[in-house]
Structure formats: structure tokens, C-alpha cells
């Protein structure tokens, strides 16, 4: 699903407002872990900050796009890799200061998505960032399509996963601190969405 969406829809390559308020956050020269990079929009902003991004994201297309907008824009410092979130991490235990992840980790029922939260914590440093946004249980598309377990719908064959910023915390709660935890609507390309966000540190 996702190889067609990255062939068929135009994506505009400008930093999200979420990875601007992130990059507050990261340690001067982080080694950052991008998950779901998409066309590479933050990972470039990161890049060119002076930062090291690896990424992974398991659609050949988006990552083929990215690519060709590094390479474009000059931009070096990227290594992108074709992995699937869903599974364990290919790297050693805190290999990053910091793991972004913008609106890449809210396809998956919980067991899974704790499953995630648990490699994030184990490939992050101590004192190391973590950052996501989800789209939230305010979300105007909340509680369309079929219900497949608490809080995660099936809509058109797009599977979504809404975070409240309880989920957020109950997730967090043993290996993060949170430094920031906020929710808000705003527009996502023509539609209007409303996303939860978290910024926190690695205990
Ligand atoms: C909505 S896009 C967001 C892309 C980018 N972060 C942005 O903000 O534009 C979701 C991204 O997550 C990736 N993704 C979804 N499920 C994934 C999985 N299981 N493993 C790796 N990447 C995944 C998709 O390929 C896509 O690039």
C-alpha cells in the first residue's frame, strides 16, 4: 500500500512543524534514528543541521524518493535502510541520542506497538530523545471504518492506531521521562487532522 501511495501522490518535501520543535530538543551532532521517513523531509532538515540520520522504512518507493532528494539537494549524511518497524531493530543496544518517528507509529495493534516501544528504548542511549507523533483520538477520522481493537480502526484498507496522551504515557512510563506532551489539530496537506505528541529522554 504504501510503494502506491508514494508513486501516485505528489508529497511536498517541507519540514513538518513537529521536527522544527524537535530539533530543539537533540544533543548538538546526534546520531538520530528516523522511523518512517517518507519522502525524507525531517531526515534532510535533521541532515542539514549538522546531525547523522539512519532511517528505516520498509516502502522501496518512499525510500527511492528520498534518495533522490538528497542526492538533489547535496545533502550526504543518510543512510537509509529498507527494514520494517514491526520487527527487531537491526542495531546494537544504544546506538542514538535521539529516535524520531512523525506520524510512521500509528499502524499497529498494541502488542505490537509495544513490542517497538521496547527496541526504541533498547537502540536509544541513556539521556537520549525520543519523539513521536500520532495521529490522535481526536481525530476527525476516529471511529470510522471497522473496529479492530481498542482505539485502532481498519478504513479503506488504511489501518489506524489513535493515540491518546494516556497511551503515550502508559507507554513510556517505565523507560522515558517525559519532557513534553501536548495534542493539537492542525492541517495535514488538505485535510484537517488532529495528532498527539510527545517529546521525552531515556531513563
Ligand atoms: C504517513 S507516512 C509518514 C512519512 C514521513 N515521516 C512524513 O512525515 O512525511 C508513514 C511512513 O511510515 C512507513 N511505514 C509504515 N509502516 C511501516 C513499517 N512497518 N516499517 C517501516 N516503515 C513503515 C511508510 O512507508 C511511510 O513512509
Redesign the pocket.
Known sequence: M??E??RERP?RLET?E??KECIRYFPKKSRVL?????????SIFFSKNGHKITV????K???KKAEKNTESLGVKNINFLN?????KFNFKDASFDVIY????LH??NDIVTKRIFKEIGRVLRRGGIFCA?CKSTNDPLYGKGKLIEKDMYVLNGHVRHFFSEEYFKEKLKEKFKIRKLWTGKTKFYENSSAFAKVISERK
Not at 56 to 59: N, P, Q, R, T
Request: charge should be negative.
Open positions: 504504501w510503494d501511495i508514494f508529497f513538518s513537529f521536527a528516523e522511523l518512517g521517513c517518507g519522502i525524507g523531509k525531517d528505516i522504512d520498509f516502502s518507493e518512499a525510500v527494514q520494517d518497524i514491526s520487527k518517528a512523525h506520524l510512521a499502524y499497529f507523533c
